[in-house]
């Protein structure tokens, strides 16, 4: 059996589909504070009643290709259509984070209450590792591989760590814009990803 130790390197952190067998170490992060939505604090009590009630289900919603799930709570408690997307896990041994990929099918267009493809989010006890780093490097492939010529990724523009985690991954900046009040009004800063063979550039 392989000893994980309390510090890894980003190298082994690997990208899990959400299962039973990492939902203790997503519900022991929930329950220390941590919520996946990092502009909807009670996200993580939301969630931690929908794992209560059906686990399964629970996580089955996690990998939702077809937009089959419930309607979103933007964090201005609007409830919109579900995109096709899903959620994968940061695991090192230890739960450390999640990342989310979501998309309109047949175009790389999104919804006006969908600011971008991708968001991560990194436990407080995991991070400064590189972990957000190597997570989209791993997720990136599988976003072209549904044939999208890029991804949008946005960060707040005081957000430095999350900025070089995209453009450590060949974000391109295209854009500085005002989030709406809804997404709280932020600065923020829109980076743009292409994928070569997806891509005609013109």
């Not at 629970?58 to 979103?72: C, K, M, N, T, Y």
């Not at 453009?167 to 709406?180: D, P, T, V, W, Y």
């Amino acid at each position: 059996t392989k000893c994980f130790n309390s510090f890894m390197s980003p190298k082994e952190m690997e990208l899990v589909w959400p299962a039973a067998d990492y939902l203790p170490g997503y519900v022991r992060a929930l329950e220390q504070g941590w919520s996946p939505d990092n502009l909807r604090p009670q996200a993580a009590q939301e969630q931690l009643a929908r794992v209560a009630e059906n686990p399964a289900r629970f996580l089955s919603e996690l990998i939702d290709r077809e937009a089959r799930g419930p309607q979103v709570i933007l964090p201005g408690g609007r409830s919109v259509a579900r995109l096709p997307g899903y959620s994968q896990w940061m695991w090192d041994g230890e739960f450390c984070g999640v990342i989310n990929f979501r998309w309109q099918p047949g175009t790389a267009e999104l919804p006006e209450y969908c600011p971008g493809h991708i968001g991560y989010a990194v436990v407080p006890w995991k991070r400064r590792r590189g972990y957000a780093t190597r997570a989209l490097k791993l997720l990136l492939p599988q976003a072209s591989s549904e044939g999208l010529p890029y991804v949008d990724i946005v960060a707040d523009a005081d957000n430095v760590p999350s900025q070089r985690v995209i453009e450590a991954n060949g974000g391109r900046l295209i854009e500085r814009f005002q989030k709406s009040a809804e997404f709280g009004g932020a600065e923020s800063l829109r980076f743009r990803i292409y994928f070569a063979s997806n891509s005609d550039r013109a």
